[in-house]
């Protein structure tokens, strides 16, 4: 089957999912939605005394946040534009985007340690995808993480997966995601997909399985924005 010119799979969760396929419209792209993943939020009780910032390194972390707390007053650090950009939405006001992974968050924190006093509260999955808090807490910064939100795997619909040699591509925003995709493809190889991921973290579960043949070329975008990640969708 010759791939599709414009249909792209978009794997990432709700409500992102929808975002993302705006973005894609208006470039011109048919998007996919059919989730690999679903997020709920968390019970969380925990007051915020004695916190002095909050860091996200999702969106999905600035999400569930704000649909529990009301509080916005306190600075935030945020992995990336993405997740900063949503920040802003949710209402907070004092933003610095890391621009990176991880490490770069926390390298952001330390150096940025005298713009808050208390401690760092890392609202986040109930399995992060990284560890934040060590790192700040070998930088001699008080840290804590949150489980405000869970995510866990759903299988796609038969019809994404007869279709999958069609497709112009699949995008894949987190490492979750993509062994979830791993994990489909042993039944389902799609040597003819290409596997696009925001950065290369995400995109290390897929490489395997792109060498064996049951993917096609693994591609990770320069940056970890989303409009590096559409770049990568040019023949």
Do not use: Q
Not at 25 to 53: I, K
Not at 159 to 165: D, G, K, N, P
Request: charged letters at 20%.
């Amino acid at each position: 089957m010759s791939p599709d010119a414009s249909r792209v799979w978009i794997t990432r969760a709700r409500p992102g999912a929808e975002a993302t396929a705006a973005r894609l419209s208006a470039l011109g792209f048919t998007p996919l939605v059919d989730p690999l993943l679903e997020v709920r939020d968390l019970p969380w009780t925990t007051d915020l005394v004695g916190v002095g910032a909050l860091a996200f390194t999702s969106r999905n972390g600035v999400a569930a946040f704000a649909r529990i707390r009301p509080e916005r007053g306190l600075p935030v650090f945020a992995v990336g534009a993405a997740t900063a950009d949503l920040a802003a939405e949710a209402g907070f006001s004092r933003i610095e985007s890391a621009e990176g992974d991880v490490a770069a968050l926390a390298a952001l924190i330390a150096a940025r340690r005298g713009a808050f006093a208390g401690a760092v509260l890392h609202p986040a999955a109930a399995e992060p995808a990284g560890d934040l808090v060590s790192p700040l807490v070998r930088a001699g910064i008080e840290a804590r993480t949150a489980a405000v939100y869970e995510s866990f795997v759903r299988a796609p619909s038969a019809e994404t997966l007869a279709t999958l040699e069609g497709l112009r591509a699949v995008l894949l925003h987190s490492p979750k995601a993509a062994r979830a995709l791993a994990a489909l493809l042993i039944a389902h190889p799609a040597p003819g997909l290409r596997a696009l991921c925001l950065s290369p973290a995400v995109a290390a579960p897929l490489a395997a399985l792109s060498a064996e043949g049951r993917l096609g070329p693994v591609a990770a975008a320069p940056r970890p924005r989303e409009t590096a990640l559409f770049e990568l969708l040019s023949p």
